[in-house]
């Protein structure tokens, strides 16, 4: 049985282990076809955002670490200059009406599943750990994906409702801007 739960520093080899395996550049044109992460997170960086519950984690059985999916301010996420850039469109995007900010919203992601664990519920059952940490703060919960990682967008799109708000170009690729309200339960 799959078990969700907050991340915590005993997780980090285990996290490190299933983004090495799944990181772009790591893999070749067949295997990207069926997903995978493109931020390559340091041991710091994953203990910083342990201190903000922002990194949840499913184990199977035998207790290994079979995906995560990172959440956090955007002030953790501004190390990484595309945040920044996703932040300078705010002014330009609504949500139902209302504007997107830093204060209302947060970033969501990257997150990844090992591919022997994908299509069983586990991105709802780890999305929906991470929606109740984070709905009592944010109202609403932003993310990119590039276009080319197309299994990434349908999966958001199409099994957790996320909307798409935007499309943006950084770094010579093509992204895709997504918004979830936080009020909507990803579990049927």
């Avoid at 958001?156 to 979830?180: A, M």
């Amino acid at each position: 049985m799959i078990k969700t739960r907050i991340g915590h520093t005993n997780d980090i080899p285990g996290i490190l282990s299933l983004q090495e395996k799944y990181l772009y550049r790591n893999l070749n044109e067949l295997e990207r076809q069926k997903g995978f992460v493109t931020t390559p997170f340091t041991t710091s960086q994953i203990e910083d955002i342990i201190q903000q519950n922002g990194i949840f984690v499913a184990e199977n059985e035998s207790d290994d670490i079979v995906a995560y999916a990172f959440a956090g301010s955007w002030k953790y996420f501004e190390q990484w200059e595309i945040f920044n850039y996703m932040v300078s469109r705010f002014p330009k995007l609504s949500f139902h009406g209302g504007p997107i900010t830093t204060e209302n919203s947060f970033q969501y992601g990257p997150v990844c599943i090992d591919e022997k664990y994908r299509g069983r519920g586990l991105l709802n059952q780890l999305f929906e750990e991470m929606r109740i940490e984070f709905r009592q703060k944010y109202p609403i919960s932003i993310t990119f994906i590039n276009q080319v990682n197309a299994i990434s967008e349908r999966a958001h799109t199409k099994k957790l409702g996320w909307e798409k708000i935007d499309e943006f170009e950084f770094n010579n690729n093509s992204y895709i801007g997504l918004v979830f309200d936080m009020k909507n339960s990803v579990l049927k």
